[in-house]
């Protein structure tokens, strides 16, 4: 019996986190089902020269799924790279395309009904139309109305994973002692990248950290309270233009009274990007504990476990 309790809710679970992606201005790397390698991909800027590539990771693999202001479910599929570029249906045909906006620009992510995580790309001006891949070849890509058949599912993996919890900054027992002690910590608030590197679109790159965040918000309750506090946090450090600006680091004198356990909390945010350089994290709000015991008491629910 408890095994299938188990089953159960590791099915809703799986149910829950399908339908809770955010695809909202996010970007994706965009998976065939059939050619489990193959990514969508641009490689240039003619009107064929985009399908599928199974090999490195590059950024014109990247796909920003940008929703149409009054046609609800459907969406530009757009290239990070070529970003005046959207795939098209042209005629029944697979291609992409940088001139006007028009209606077989526009498609709709309808689930496999499995609860895989697999969707077909349906055109949403020929509404029969799907995206397929045909064959192993990059350019094995088209437009097709038939039968549905697994080459046209497709798996949206998103640019970023947030994963938040409470980190430990600093921490003291100072329980035996009789004084006081003085300890000056660095502590870090904003957005802290892993690298240096040049973003390429500081746009897209918001947004997709922004929809990585509200995705995993939506998957696990934190609260009003620091739900607010990590979007605030999230805004103030894109507000600044200059990206080296988005974390500020002071120094904090804290003092430990005796016969007092003491540790300073701080609500983070891991962002673990598919392109390593992407990789960021968000540091919010410091609490201090104190205790006279081994453990601490969490009246506020402070402290977040490890969630992903």
Not at 5 to 20: D, F, H, N, R, Y
Not at 215 to 238: C, H, N, Q, R
Not at 285 to 304: C, G, H, L, M, Q
Request: glycine letters at 6%; charged letters at 20%; proline letters at 4%.
């Amino acid at each position: 019996m408890m095994s299938l309790l188990l089953v159960l809710l590791t099915t809703l679970v799986l149910q829950i986190k399908a339908s809770e992606e955010v695809l909202d201005n996010n970007q994706f790397l965009i998976y065939n089902k059939v050619y489990h390698k193959a990514r969508l991909a641009q490689w240039g800027t003619g009107s064929r020269e985009a399908g599928t590539y199974e090999h490195a990771l590059y950024p014109d693999q990247l796909w920003t799924l940008e929703p149409h202001p009054s046609r609800k479910g459907c969406y530009y599929i757009i290239n990070e790279v070529h970003s005046q570029h959207r795939i098209a249906d042209w005629k029944h045909n697979f291609v992409v395309y940088d001139g006007p906006h028009y209606n077989d620009q526009l498609f709709r992510f309808v689930p496999s009904g499995k609860n895989d995580g697999f969707f077909y790309i349906y055109s949403c001006h020929y509404t029969n139309d799907r995206v397929a891949k045909y064959g192993v070849g990059n350019d094995k890509m088209s437009m097709y109305s038939g039968p549905k058949y697994p080459d046209q599912l497709w798996k949206l993996v998103p640019r970023f994973k947030a994963n938040f919890f409470t980190d430990e900054v600093f921490h003291f027992d100072n329980r035996q002692g009789s004084n006081p002690i003085t300890r000056e910590v660095s502590v870090t608030t904003g957005i802290k990248r892993s690298t240096t590197s040049t973003i390429r679109s500081k746009t897209t790159f918001k947004h997709s950290i922004e929809a990585s965040l509200s995705g995993a918000i939506k998957m696990f309750d934190v609260g009003v309270t620091t739900t607010t506090e990590f979007s605030a946090e999230l805004e103030t450090s894109f507000s600044e233009t200059n990206e080296q600006s988005w974390s500020k680091t002071e120094k904090i004198t804290f003092i430990i009274p005796p016969g007092k356990n003491f540790k300073v909390m701080q609500h983070k945010v891991d962002f673990e990007g598919k392109f390593s350089s992407d990789s960021c994290s968000l540091l919010t709000a410091i609490k201090i504990f104190e205790s006279t015991e081994a453990y601490f008491d969490d009246p506020d629910d402070f402290i977040i476990s490890y969630s992903q």
